[in-house]
Nanobody, 124 residues
Framework: QVQLVESGGGLVQAGGSLRLSCAAS????????VGWFRQAPGKEREFVAV????????YYADSVKGRFTISRDNAENAVYLQMNSLKAEDTAVYHC?????????????????WGQGTQVTVSS
């Protein structure tokens, strides 16, 4: 089991940057595939990015591709989401989530460990 805690959210102007952190406590964090999801008011939960445990391969939603970068530091038991060129439509609560399983990594149902979320607000 792992516990995940997000941090780094806040208020930023459009065009600015934020770096979100997902800190893990538990065993064998390097075995976990970790994804970022977001949910804005009145909208469904949306996949943002994922980093696969086995080889570090990453995937991004089209809406953030080229602007966001997911990375991990297993020595620090952390996954990061660097968000650049932020837009008002990026405003949401961002959650990180982890799983040791193999499956549909773009689906929220794949993940069995979730952080509490961190608010990102982008002003236009």
């Amino acid at each position: 089991q792992v516990q995940l805690v997000e941090s780094g959210g806040g208020l930023v102007q459009a065009g600015g940057s934020l770096r979100l952190s997902c800190a893990a406590s538990g065993r064998a964090f390097s075995r976990y595939t970790v994804g970022w999801f977001r949910q804005a008011p009145g909208k469904e939960r949306e996949f943002v990015a994922v980093i696969i445990s086995s080889d570090g391969t990453t995937y991004y939603a089209d809406s953030v591709k080229g602007r966001f970068t997911i990375s991990r530091d297993n020595a620090e038991n952390a996954v990061y989401l660097q968000m650049n060129s932020l837009k008002a439509e990026d405003t949401a609560v961002y959650h990180c989530a982890g799983s040791t399983a193999h499956g549909h990594i773009l689906a929220a149902e794949f993940y069995n460990y979730w952080g509490q979320g961190t608010q990102v607000t982008v002003s236009s």
